[in-house]
């Protein structure tokens, strides 16, 4: 399940804050208050959209590189261009569509440093450089 409304992304997110909170608080804590940012770093925690995001990328990076067994027709056009990969996805009106897997990943995957999209490398090494990255201007 990706929430794409900010209202059902917030109120998942606010579990996440309170059960980090609480960890928090009975582990760490020394009668400070702390922000959330704070507790995810002493946690070494990304918030939940952003791991959800990473997630969702190395899926995506499995499905391109033919690492994962799925139904052809919903395989996406890839073609490898020198030094870049480019997929085409369909175009949608559908606000539904236009957020699901298949339309959604391609426009952030694309974007993603060629570095890490086109490298050989393993899931493990896609996913450090993943969680290594800045990945902020991708989240909604």
């Given at each position: 399940y990706k929430p794409y409304v900010k209202k059902n992304i917030d109120k998942i997110e606010k579990i996440q804050i309170m059960a980090t909170k609480?960890?928090?608080?009975?582990?760490?804590n020394k009668g400070k208050k702390f922000s959330y940012k704070e507790?995810?770093?002493?946690?070494?925690l990304k918030s939940l959209q952003e791991r959800r995001l990473i997630n969702d990328?190395?899926?995506?990076?499995?499905?391109?590189?033919?690492?994962?067994?799925?139904?052809?027709?919903?395989?996406?056009?890839v073609r490898r261009l020198r030094s870049r990969i480019s997929i085409y996805s369909e175009v949608c009106k559908n606000t539904i569509r236009y957020n699901s897997f298949f339309v959604r990943m391609p426009r952030i995957y694309t974007k993603l440093p060629s570095e890490i999209t086109t490298s050989p490398s393993s899931i493990f090494t896609f996913k450090q450089n993943l969680s290594n990255m800045n990945l902020s201007n991708f989240l909604t």
């Open positions: 609480i960890i928090h608080y009975r582990c760490f507790v995810l770093k002493t946690l070494e990328l190395v899926l995506y990076h499995k499905i391109i590189h033919n690492l994962v067994r799925i139904n052809p027709r919903s395989k996406p056009v």
